[in-house]
């Protein structure tokens, strides 16, 4: 996990100081004293969505992919499979909170290079999905609902494989036992629970509210936050996996990663260095990794 202050500082730095969030500050603040219930509400709203704003995530795909949409629960999914692949083993890749599915088209495009058909799931309310808000036990349930999906239609998954919060998402969908051969976990946190004490920080909460945010997202989701950390989920996990971790990941600290390789069972941890948290995704280097583990 990254530094308690780090953390918080990059915590602050991803709501930023707009307008909008410091009128959201200014009422969550307020609102606990007068009205609790309303403030934990609000809270988890805030907590739940991903910012920066889906839209701003839109950007063009190579004309040879195919894009698919999936109604999902009360939102949706996106999909994003090389055609030229069409047949060949499936690869599906995921990103993180507030990312997108653009982040992992070098990967994707390596892995079309080496005789896999990558397929790049775009969560809910990130990209071009539909929903405004989302968490973690739902980017779960999707990774579980798209493998079962294209299990149904003959396209097996593989190769499973996460950025940050995607990752943990992927780890947890592996430990409940969905059918892979290899999972990659790239950049994972190891503890959920502790970004919303960072959250709870930059905005000013006191603890009930922090408590309550955290309460109503675990009985709503019907899971418990520290079932998706390292020792949860590790020894439950039993297909080959490789992590991959900057040591100067300044989001999730390299010991979310070592944290990670040490509780599953023959995990490899790969190092990197002077990548952070997302340039890792195109580095020539992690890529060949990635691809080398998955085709061994």
């Known amino acids: 996990m990254a530094s308690r202050s780090t953390a918080v500082d990059l915590t602050a730095g991803f709501y930023g100081e707009s307008l ?3 009128v959201s500050r200014l009422a969550l603040r307020a609102s606990q004293a007068v009205w609790p219930a309303l403030a934990v509400r609000a ?3 805030l907590f739940s969505t991903p910012l ?3 839209w701003l995530h839109r950007a063009a795909w190579p004309q040879d992919w195919r894009i698919e949409r999936w109604p999902f629960e009360r939102a949706g999914l996106t999909l994003y499979a090389s055609a030229a692949a069409e047949g060949a083993p499936v690869a599906l890749l995921v990103h993180g909170w507030g990312g997108q599915a653009r982040q992992l088209l070098p990967l994707a495009e390596s892995l079309a290079q ?3 058909q990558p397929v790049v799931l775009e969560l809910p309310a990130h990209g071009r999905s539909a929903g405004s808000t ?8 999707a990774i579980e609902y798209v493998a079962g999906r294209l299990q149904a239609q003959g396209r097996s998954v593989r190769l499973l494989a996460g950025h940050s919060l995607g990752a943990n998402a992927a780890a947890y969908a592996a430990s409940r036992g969905l059918a892979l051969e290899r999972l990659a976990l790239l950049a994972p946190p190891a503890s959920p629970r502790a970004y919303t004490r960072y959250f709870a920080h930059v905005f000013g909460l006191r603890e009930a509210t922090r408590a309550g945010l955290q309460e109503r997202i675990e009985q709503r989701e019907g899971v418990l936050m520290h079932l998706f950390e390292p020792r949860a989920v590790g020894p439950r996990i039993a297909v080959p996996t490789l992590v991959v971790h900057d040591r100067g990941d300044r989001i999730n600290g390299f010991a979310d990663g070592q944290a990670f390789a040490a509780a599953i069972a023959g995990a490899r941890l790969a190092a990197t260095e002077g990548l952070g948290h997302r340039r890792l995704l195109q580095d020539p280097g992690v890529i060949a990794q990635v691809v080398a583990f998955a085709s061994p």
């Open 43 to 45: 809270a988890v709203r």
């Open 52 to 54: 920066p704003l889906k």
């Open 114 to 116: 080496h005789g896999w």
């Open 20 to 22: 909008g969030i410091r």
């Open 134 to 141: 989302s968490n973690l036990p739902q980017f779960a349930r």
